[in-house]
């Protein structure tokens, strides 16, 4: 049980780049997540999953896409990158249970736009 | 916005308990205080939740008051690995399924030998 992975660990792009961050999750999760992180401030929610071939905006969603085609998977895309997405990129997913929940991240993906 | 207010840092000595306290003066009756914390550099990761009843579990144990206006996380004996930003947690979406989680600027806890 790997629990959620994300690849790449570390990107370097250029301005105007494009690329691809994948989420991937093993523990058959309905509900996932991508967050950004920025240097002294909390998570910021990007955009979200709430089940296989769905997908919905968070706070932040500007310069970003995602798709859900299987459900243990979560790509966030940058079209044209900008040094305002430089950032550390973190997946989650979410367990519910009677009782609460839990939600389970990855190891992060640190982006540097040039 | 995060609904729950912490101490920027605190500290702790290795071995010694640490207590950390989180006021969440809003919390409706159905919410649930959860508590994560994010080691440098890596992603965070949770410890505990709890609605109403004191809870334990091998990571540490939360203390809920009684009106469930704050709580105190305690991590028993600290070692240095338990230095990190530790997030007190209200859950964000009252009434509906998001899940979704404010993490506001937390507390940084550091454990010294």
């Known amino acids: 049980n790997a629990g959620v992975t994300q690849t790449p660990k570390f990107r370097v792009l250029k301005t105007g780049q494009s690329m691809t961050l994948l989420c991937a999750q093993d523990m058959n999760h309905e509900y996932m997540y991508w967050y950004r992180q920025d240097p002294g401030m909390g998570l910021r929610l990007i955009h979200y999953s709430v089940g296989e071939g769905t997908t919905a905006k968070g706070e932040v969603p500007d310069g970003y896409n995602v798709s859900r085609l299987k459900k243990q998977n979560f790509l966030l895309g940058l079209e044209s990158a900008a040094p305002s997405q430089t950032s550390v990129y973190f997946c989650?997913?979410?367990?519910?249970?009677?009782?609460?929940?839990?939600?389970?991240f990855g190891p992060g993906t640190r982006l540097l736009v040039l | 916005d995060a609904k729950t207010t912490q101490p920027p840092s605190m500290d702790c000595a290795e071995g010694r308990a640490a207590n950390l306290p989180c006021n969440h003066s809003t919390i409706s009756g159905n919410e649930y205080v959860y508590w994560y914390r994010q080691i440098h550099s890596q992603g965070p990761q949770y410890i505990i939740h709890g609605l109403k009843n004191n809870e334990t579990n091998e990571m540490a144990s939360l203390i809920i008051t009684e009106d469930r206006k704050s709580s105190t996380l305690i991590l028993p004996h600290a070692t240095l690995r338990d230095t990190a930003v530790y997030y007190c947690i209200v859950r964000g979406d009252r009434g509906s399924t998001l899940g979704r989680l404010y993490f506001g600027r937390g507390t940084q806890l550091t454990v010294w030998p």
């Open positions: 989650a997913s979410r367990r519910i249970g009677q009782g609460g929940e839990t939600q389970y």
